[in-house]
């Protein structure tokens, strides 16, 4: 079985500062994917960044970026520059490396930007 | 259309009646998920189709629950004698094939109320 676990309930931080969202995982898996991915109050699901676990260099995309800590099962994501439309709730989600796509999702983590 | 599509937004029900919600992935998508999110959760696997066939129903939670899928089209949760339990947000998914590296494109979700 697979879980994934975001300690974090909510985070709050300043615009223009820079957040990081917790995120651990669990699997026997060795081939996986993990996923951020970003939820607004319009309920649709954004994808934020990925990283195969083969892969050792960290994902980034523009001001997102991962700390991928495979040995530790650790999967953490950087915002930098907070912006005002950042806010969301975020969900940390991973995938087996086998057959088909199926995603197990954490809990979820909201966070705040003040102006 | 540009992306997923369900309806309807909101259903709101009376305990014990049946209720169908509705998928409209991606023109093309052969792979679908859908999930259930409870409030302030995570979200849940339900069921995949690749095409016309549901290869993993793993995550229905009981015989209450079933789902089809026209072609590689249209694809419809089906909640019989509906439980206050069942009081969720139910997104869909769709993906180019079911291949690790396509993208899941959600979309905006049917939240149920069961009164």
């Known amino acids: 079985a697979q879980t994934v676990t975001q300690s974090q309930p909510e985070m709050s931080v300043q615009e223009a500062e820079t957040v990081t969202l917790s995120c651990t995982y669990d699997t026997s898996e060795s081939d996986y994917y993990l996923f951020w991915y970003k939820q607004p109050p319009s309920r649709q699901m954004i994808l934020v960044i990925r990283?195969?676990?083969?892969?050792?260099q960290n994902a980034t995309e523009n001001r997102f970026s991962v700390n991928f800590q495979k040995a530790a099962k650790s999967f953490s994501l950087k915002i930098s520059d907070s912006q005002l439309g950042d806010a969301a709730m975020y969900f940390c989600?991973?995938?087996?490396?086998?057959?088909?796509?199926?995603?197990?999702f954490g809990q979820g983590t909201i966070l705040t930007v003040h102006p | 259309g540009a992306g997923v599509s369900q309806s309807p937004s909101n259903k709101v029900t009376e305990k014990g009646k049946d209720v169908e919600l509705r998928c409209d992935p991606i023109s093309g998508h052969t792979a679908l998920y859908w999930y259930r999110q409870r409030l302030g959760q995570g979200l849940e696997f339900l069921i995949y189709f690749q095409g016309n066939s549901a290869p993993d129903k793993s995550g229905l939670p009981s015989d209450r629950f079933s789902a089809e899928r026209t072609g590689e089209s249209v694809s419809t949760l089906t909640i019989q004698r509906t439980q206050q339990e069942d009081s969720a947000v139910y997104l869909c998914?769709?993906?180019?094939?079911?291949?690790?590296?396509?993208?899941?494109?959600f979309g905006p979700g049917t939240r149920l109320t069961v009164l």
């Open positions: 990283q195969e676990a083969y892969k050792q």
């Open positions: 989600a991973l995938r087996r490396g086998t057959s088909y796509g199926k995603l197990t």
């Open positions: 998914a769709s993906s180019l094939t079911r291949e690790l590296f396509d993208e899941q494109f």
